[in-house]
């Protein structure tokens, strides 16, 4: 058995792995430069009045064959234009996952309602129906299934739910582009409103952007009114209807999306092959579970779940790291009811609202223990490898080589 680089043997890997902020990890290039000097060369930057917006929302509309997109600034601001149209009263309650994000759980305290945490599939890291339904009060309005890492949620089992209980699904597909559902249909088209991101790490990007998709006329007229301030546009008044925010898109990033657009089954069938290739190489190895069907999966991530015998993640994250392969220990480092903001309730001037009976049913507190799923994949069993377009197969390899070395150490000692 070779020594761990952690204990000064060689490490598998010196050079880096192509990381997404670097251009190898990206695929930004001509077509991009040349949208966005088409759009200077209108001198039109802003989505009202423009042209690269309604064709960006068109056409990705058309790509998820869905009747509605709906652009906006970002991934967050796309969740906040479908919690918008939801239009939860003060206190209602929005069922979510602790394993996300953040973001996912921004639009719902900012429209004054409660998130309520589900507990995940111990297995996948994904909301469990179960736990969902344990959650379902009078109060619910709507669920956020997070795809989490481009694995699909459970989202036929999500719906029906949604349907017995008249609430909104919402799909967050900010890490699954052209993630499949069982039966084919695209993450984003199952439930009521898909909102993916455009944020500079996704499989595309325009920097920062957003785009809910909906086959809802009354949703998506909801959305686009939120994302303009609550103005009717189209009618020519000056007047404003709803609730709303400035969330366009401009028309630059709106360019660049386009451009973005037609790279992205290349983007998905790259990283598809490259992470078969390394679930292959470590089918072998036991205690360590890989997602299971990585065709359906956008691999925005890698997980890998340790058998819970095994070392803990931060151990092998530390091996593995002193071997050239730096992986995440838990992929957040706390659940996101954890964070101090919903831990300490710091909301609204230090009142708590809405996580305060009245408007809420009860008193909201997020203690520790809360999900238990939730918490031993982040403080013991998860490890997350970054992943993207730009991996060889060599990469994967030695990804798989590093992962070998530290389990022959850890699991024969
Ligand atoms: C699952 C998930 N939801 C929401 C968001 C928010 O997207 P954005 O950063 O574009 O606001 C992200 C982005 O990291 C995400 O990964």
Redesign the pocket.
């Known amino acids: 058995m070779s020594t761990l680089a952690l204990h000064g043997g060689t490490p598998v890997r010196t050079a880096p792995l192509p990381g997404p902020t670097e251009p190898a990890g990206r695929t930004i290039g001509p077509e991009e430069a040349a949208a966005v000097r088409r759009v200077l060369d209108s001198a039109h930057l802003c989505a009202s009045g423009g042209t690269e917006v309604p064709a960006l929302e068109r056409e990705f509309a058309a790509y998820h064959g869905v009747r509605h997109a709906v652009a906006c600034s970002?991934?967050?601001?796309a969740?906040h234009l479908a919690v918008g149209a939801v239009d939860p009263a003060p206190g209602d309650e929005i069922i979510t996952t602790p394993i996300?994000?953040f973001?996912?759980v921004i639009p719902i305290l900012a429209q004054n309602a409660v998130p309520v945490f589900a507990d995940v599939d111990p297995r996948t890291g994904l909301l469990d129906p179960a736990s969902v339904e344990a959650n379902v009060s009078e109060r619910t309005r709507a669920i956020i299934a997070?795809h989490?890492m481009g694995a699909p949620a459970p989202i036929a089992e999500l719906a029906e739910l949604a349907r017995a209980h008249d609430l909104v699904l919402i799909e967050?597909c900010?890490?699954a582009y052209l993630t499949e559902l069982p039966g084919g249909a695209l993450a984003g088209t199952a439930g009521h409103v898909g909102c993916f991101?455009l944020?500079q790490y996704k499989h595309i990007t325009s920097g920062?952007g957003?785009l809910a998709i909906t086959g809802d006329e009354r949703l998506a007229t909801a959305m686009r009114l939120f994302a303009d301030k609550g103005w009717p546009r189209h009618t020519g008044r000056r007047t404003h209807l709803s609730l709303g925010m400035n969330y366009r898109m401009t028309e630059l990033q709106a360019a660049v999306a386009r451009a973005q657009l037609p790279k992205l089954a290349g983007v998905v069938s790259r990283r598809r092959a490259t992470a078969k290739r390394l679930a292959e190489r470590l089918a072998g190895l036991p205690g360590l579970t890989v997602p299971a069907d990585l065709d359906s999966h956008a691999v925005w991530l890698f997980p890998v779940v340790l058998d819970p015998a095994l070392p803990s993640n931060e151990e092998w994250a530390k091996a593995l790291a002193a071997e050239g392969v730096p992986v995440s220990a838990g992929y957040l480092s706390m659940p996101a009811y954890r964070y101090p903001v919903l831990a300490e309730r710091n909301l609204y001037g230090g009142s708590a609202f809405p996580l305060t009976a009245p408007p809420a049913r009860k008193e909201w507190h997020y203690p520790e223990g809360l999900c238990p799923n939730a918490e031993r994949l982040i403080g013991r069993t998860w490890l997350v490898v970054s992943w993207n377009e730009a991996y060889t197969d060599s990469d994967a390899d030695d990804i798989a080589e590093a992962f070998a070395k530290v389990h022959a150490e850890f699991v024969s000692t």
Do not use: E, M
């Open positions: 970002s991934g967050t601001a969740l996300t994000d973001g996912t997070v989490l967050d900010a890490q991101s944020q920062d957003g």
